[in-house]
């Protein structure tokens, strides 16, 4: 067959587009007029950031210049953050050996360790490439020691190349050939095909991207679903080059495309197993689940009017992206919005600003949540991420939280600040190691924690040295509380939020403080209180206006001035028992919002 399935996997900015535009340019799959940098990062978004969101692949001919055999490569281009962490488990399965890239100049990183042992639990061939040899601060010696020491991969099996001026590619492709295996398969046996991602097409709807396992498909197969059942004909299959190019067929061990009419996301998941309907494969791949949303956020636009525009703009959003949910929600504050589910942050943040760049939306984030379980009192068990949701702390028997493994890469100068970092986050060590020239920590955090500015602070601690990665662990039991707002003594069920007891005096600060700040003084005082459960831990007044009434008093008795003033004491308070506060829009977005000044 002479196939090779091949992928590349790298921490954030190691270089992983540029080494595949060299690698596109060698095969001569780029012609001089579609030349450009990151060939396979599709979105403006991908390009601006320099980062991989969707995967792309793309089907090369090497002609081997030793004995002129041809050999198909099938690069499988894979997101290299860790919310996409089960979309890149779902490419590494489709391949049979990978390029494992990192930078000579930063050495070994977080999220280099975490893609490692994936391929590695995929059993996966891996071939290690020092990549940017070319920068003035490369170390490649000690970045190929620190890739031994690490994952305990032979530092003399790594290649030194650069993506940037070309040099390596030559090797790399040769290590290609002879290190990763021919897929296996038997083309005659029943079908197996994996969806290892997928998009939404307006004239053909749903395109499913797969790697055959077993048997082969041919346009007007009748094929189904494993997870769901359901049934489609097919009208197209192809290959990637790296458009999408119309084929025969594809037999086991090819990666290639389907088009069957599917006009619903949710029937083509990634993961899933595609079989024929007439003669059904006895098992599917295994690991296949359905993408969870793991942080949830409000979306508001600015404008009431836009909110018709932001449900299209949702939909037309999901079609592509299947792991991303939204259903419909009002706030008090805010008016009408969505509830939208995310895989992480950075999938919350790449959505919103597709909305805005791609949709022309002008819109309100509220601070990203978890879901937290709750077990009642009378053994119900209810998961929730808004506090407005939460019951009242007399049916509370638990409140479990999600916890996070965080693991972080740094120089062994910041190990200080950042453990002082984690600690103000109810971070618990689990190890410390020491491989070649960097520190890793290995801590337990409840999610919660390293939702706001954790990123930030880490980068800004370390002067941008540190790296993270981090995966779920599951629920556990937390000391948690509900701070209530009230502005008036009225409960504002918009800005409710779920925080530990140790921290919830100094958030019920905070906030009060900046509430009493925005909102408009009135002609009384304005109490803005924050409660657990109705005792009051913090508060702030807003003041009132008064009129000067001493001001005519030039002399006279004490008495007649106390007299006086006890007068617009009384009409104050007559004024507040009538009164009512209107909580400007700016008062929450002061709160709301992610920003944290």
């Not at 919350?348 to 709750?374: G, H, M, N, S």
């Not at 407005?388 to 600040?417: C, H, N, Q, W």
Request: hydrophobic share 40%.
């Amino acid at each position: 067959m002479n196939v090779r399935n091949f992928s590349i996997i790298a921490h954030v900015d190691h270089g992983k587009s540029t080494l595949a535009d060299r690698i596109l340019e060698k095969l001569g799959a780029m012609g001089e007029r579609d030349k450009r940098d990151q060939t396979l990062d599709t979105l403006e978004l991908e390009r601006e950031r320099g980062i991989t969101i969707k995967s792309t692949p793309v089907r090369l001919t090497y002609k081997r210049p030793t004995d002129g055999t041809e050999y198909t490569f099938n690069l499988i281009d894979t997101p290299g953050h860790v919310d996409f962490n089960y979309e890149v488990s779902r490419s590494l399965s489709a391949c049979e050996g990978v390029l494992l890239l990192v930078d000579a100049s930063q050495g070994v990183e977080a999220q280099t360790i975490v893609n490692a042992y994936l391929a590695i639990d995929n059993n996966l061939e891996i071939i290690p490439v020092i990549n940017k040899i070319d920068l003035p601060a490369a170390d490649p010696e000690s970045a190929a020691r620190e890739l031994e020491d690490v994952i305990g991969i032979p530092a003399d099996d790594a290649i030194r190349a650069s993506g940037k001026s070309g040099i390596g590619i030559e090797e790399i492709l040769e290590a290609i050939v002879e290190r990763i295996p021919e897929p296996p398969g038997d083309p005659e046996a029943p079908l197996k095909a994996l969806i290892f991602d997928s998009f939404y097409d307006a004239y053909q709807g749903v395109i499913s991207f797969i790697r055959v396992l077993e048997g082969t498909l041919r346009p007007k197969d009748t094929i189904m679903m494993w997870s769901t059942g359901k049934t489609f004909d097919v009208d197209k299959v192809g290959f990637f080059s790296p458009g999408l190019v119309v084929g025969d067929e594809l037999k086991a061990g090819a990666v290639g495309w389907v088009a069957a009419s599917i006009k619903d996301i949710h029937d083509a998941l990634v993961g899933d197993t595609i079989t024929q309907k007439d003669r059904p494969t006895d098992t599917p791949f295994p690991g296949f689940k359905a993408a969870q949303p793991v942080v949830f956020s409000g979306l508001y636009p600015t404008s009431t009017e836009d909110y018709r525009k932001l449900r299209e703009a949702l939909e037309k959003l999901q079609l592509n992206d299947a792991a991303f949910s939204f259903e419909p929600e009002t706030s008090e504050a805010l008016g009408f919005g969505f509830r939208c589910g995310f895989l992480g942050l950075l999938h919350a943040e790449i959505v919103q600003e597709r909305l805005e760049r791609e949709f022309d939306l002008d819109l309100i984030a509220t601070a990203p949540a978890v879901v937290y379980r709750l077990t009642l009192s009378d053994g119900t068990v209810l998961e929730t991420q808004n506090p407005a949701e939460f019951p009242t702390r007399d049916r509370i028997e638990l409140i479990e939280e999600p916890y996070i493994k965080l693991s972080i890469m740094l120089p062994e100068e910041y190990v200080g600040p950042v453990m002082q970092l984690l600690q103000e986050r109810r971070g618990v060590l689990i190890t410390m190691n020491y491989p070649g020239r960097r520190v890793e920590l290995l801590y337990e955090v409840p999610f919660a924690e390293i939702l706001y500015d954790f990123h930030d602070r880490l980068k800004s601690i370390s002067r941008g040295y540190a790296s993270m990665d981090y995966e779920q662990i599951g629920y556990r039991e937390g000391d948690l509380v509900k701070v209530d707002i009230m502005v008036n003594n009225e409960l504002v069920d918009a800005l409710a939020v779920i925080i530990h007891e140790d921290k919830a005096y100094s958030l019920g600060r905070k906030i009060v403080d900046k509430m009493a700040d925005v909102i408009p003084r009135q002609m009384w005082a304005v109490p803005v209180q924050a409660t657990i459960g109705g005792k009051i831990i913090a508060r702030a007044t807003v003041k009132a206006y008064r009129k000067d009434v001493l001001a005519k008093c030039y002399g006279g008795d004490i008495s007649r001035k106390k007299k006086l003033l006890d007068k617009q004491k009384k009409g104050k308070a007559r004024m507040k028992q009538i009164g009512t506060v209107e909580v400007p829009q700016e008062a929450f977005l002061a709160v709301l919002s992610n920003d944290d000044d």
